[in-house]
């Protein structure tokens, strides 16, 4: 399983920015996909947004379309979340994850059992 480490967490005021990025340990992100998953106090953890890295499809909560964008980075094999417009709501430990091989027959409804390798999480905390 690849390795992942998230960074670019940290605290913000509502209506502010962020960019997390998630990069992959001695392996490239290549027939990955790539999701970015939250959990908030007392909350479950909950799908963000995720990206087929081969082609490049990405999928969004509906919370988060049109503020967040995911994006990869080939020369850096990152993957990466730009989160604008923050609310107090997307206050939440940020957690990437991955997994190897065909996802696309359920890429619009992807869940934390769908991946297999996860980031050790970077905290976010929107202020109001």
């Known amino acids: 399983q690849v390795q992942l480490v998230e960074s670019g967490g940290g605290l913000v005021q509502a209506g502010g920015s962020l960019r997390l990025s998630c990069a992959a340990s001695?392996?490239?992100?290549?027939?990955?996909?790539v999701g970015w998953f939250r959990q908030a106090p007392g909350k479950e953890r909950e799908f963000v947004a995720a990206?087929?890295?081969?082609?490049?499809?990405?999928v969004y909560r509906d919370s988060v379309k049109g503020r967040f964008t995911i994006s990869r980075d080939n020369a850096k094999n990152t993957v990466n979340l730009q989160m604008n417009s923050l609310k107090p709501e997307d206050t939440a430990v940020y957690f990437c994850?991955?997994?190897?091989?065909?996802?696309?027959?359920?890429?619009?409804?992807?869940?934390?059992?769908?991946?297999?390798?996860w980031g050790q999480g970077t905290q976010v905390t929107v202020s109001s």
């Open positions: 994850a991955a997994r190897m091989g065909d996802l696309y027959y359920r890429f619009y409804d992807l869940t934390e059992a769908d991946f297999g390798s």
């Open positions: 990206i087929a890295w081969n082609i490049g499809s990405t």
């Open positions: 001695g392996r490239t992100f290549s027939n990955y996909y």
